[in-house]
Each structure stands twice: as structure tokens, then as C-alpha cells.
């Protein structure tokens, strides 16, 4: 158990609509990260927040945005959904947001269907 | 731009056998270099990074991966694998910013058979 919660597991959708993805990080992390794991794209970062605040972006689409909200922990929404859309979705949190010193944790993923 | 490429998406081996997994990456200034785990059903788990010093690391679970500055390669071994080492391997990078993006590969499954 890494410490990361996210909810929910497993998400069914149609397309056109509107999911919201919650992930709680480690006590004490300050940032964290959001990814996408598709078949056909693989792992991709799409958004790293630090203590409420953007730090960096991937290839996220403008469909989707995210937010850390003061109890540090962060939503992923997404927005006019597609097929495509279908994936899993990690969270990962780490203690500051630095790739070079920090170990990123990451939850159990909420798997996204979109029918 | 910096890219991650593992050599092999899948990797058949008998128990107690050695392996190892193929890592090379391109970037154009330093990076930091991660291997990460997943078994089936659950998220990554962190089994080993380098950031400097001895380009040999050694990670959890008797694994350890050595730095090739020359061949940008980071390959991961170990000597001896079990049943329980199935699972999919990433291999990952991140330059040195002040950001904690990290840019994965695209993934080896190794099958460890009885």
C-alpha cells in the first residue's frame, strides 16, 4: 500500500459526459502528479500540481483539467468524453516535486470506460 | 525532446534464471533514470533509481540496473528471478528541472515461467 487513495476504481461512462477522478496523496506529500495509461499511448504525464499550485504540464488535453485544492489533496476532470478516453488513471504524490530527489508514490488507479 | 524506448515488450523466462531488461534513452542533457514496477490489478511501485554517483544502483527485490552514459542505456538485471516477478516493468526519465514530470517507456512484460 503506497498511501495514495484514489476513487473512484472503476468509472463507466458514456460519451459526452463528465467524470471527476479524486486522489488523496501521502500524509505530508505536497505534490501531486496525474497519468494516463492507455494501451495505444502507453504512460503519459498529463498534469503536476505543488502545494495548490500547476507546476508542470504533458500532453493533456484541453477537455481535461485539474486542480489541488488546500487539503493538498487533487481532481482530475474530464470533460465531453470519447471513446478514446477509455484508460487507466494514476495519481502519484511525492514530498516536493522534484524529480531528481523525490520518489513518486503511486495509487491504484481509477479505470476509466467510456461506451 | 527526450524519449524512452524498451527494446522488448515481452520477456519469457524460467524461474531462477537470470534476466535482464533493455533500457535506452535519448535526451540531450542529464537525466535522472527510474525503473518501476506493476503487477497485475495495481499501481507502480519505485524498484530503483539512478540520479548520480556509482552507475551502479541497486533497487528492491534483488534487482539492480546499471547507468551507461555512453550507450544512454539503463538496463535492469537480476541473477535470479521467481514466479512472483511477473509483472510489467517501465522503465523512466526526468531531466534535471524542478519539476518531477517523468517520461516512461513503453513497457517489457516479463513472464517468469515454472
Known amino acids: 500500500d503506497s498511501g495514495v487513495t484514489q476513487t473512484p476504481k472503476h468509472l463507466i461512462t458514456a460519451t459526452g459526459q463528465r467524470v471527476t477522478l479524486r486522489c488523496s496523496p501521502r500524509s505530508g506529500d505536497l505534490s501531486v502528479y496525474w497519468y494516463q495509461q492507455s494501451l495505444d499511448q502507453g504512460l503519459q504525464f498529463l498534469i503536476q500540481y505543488y502545494n495548490g499550485e500547476e507546476r508542470a504540464k504533458g500532453n493533456i488535453l484541453e477537455r481535461f483539467s485539474a486542480q489541488q485544492f488546500p487539503d493538498l489533496h487533487s481532481e482530475l476532470n474530464l470533460s465531453s468524453l470519447e471513446l478514446g478516453d477509455s484508460a487507466l488513471y494514476f495519481c502519484a504524490s511525492s514530498a516536493q516535486g522534484e524529480g531528481f530527489t523525490d520518489t513518486q508514490y503511486f495509487g491504484p488507479g481509477t479505470r476509466l470506460t467510456v461506451l | 525532446a527526450q524519449s524512452v524506448t524498451q527494446l522488448d515488450s515481452q520477456v519469457p523466462v524460467f524461474e531462477e534464471a537470470p534476466v535482464e531488461l533493455r533500457c535506452n534513452y535519448s535526451s540531450s542533457v542529464s537525466v535522472y533514470l527510474f525503473w518501476y514496477v506493476q503487477y497485475p490489478n495495481q499501481g507502480l511501485q519505485l524498484l530503483l533509481k539512478?540520479?548520480?554517483?556509482?552507475?551502479l544502483v541497486k533497487g528492491i527485490n534483488g534487482f539492480e540496473a546499471e547507468f551507461n552514459k555512453s550507450q544512454t542505456s539503463f538496463h535492469l538485471r537480476k541473477p535470479s528471478v521467481h514466479i512472483s516477478d511477473t509483472a510489467e516493468y517501465f522503465c523512466?526519465?526526468?531531466?534535471?528541472?524542478?519539476?518531477?514530470?517523468?517520461?516512461f517507456g513503453q513497457g517489457t512484460t516479463l513472464q517468469v515461467k515454472p
Open positions: 539512478y540520479l548520480s554517483g556509482s552507475t
Open positions: 523512466a526519465v526526468s531531466r534535471s528541472s524542478n519539476t518531477g514530470k517523468l517520461i
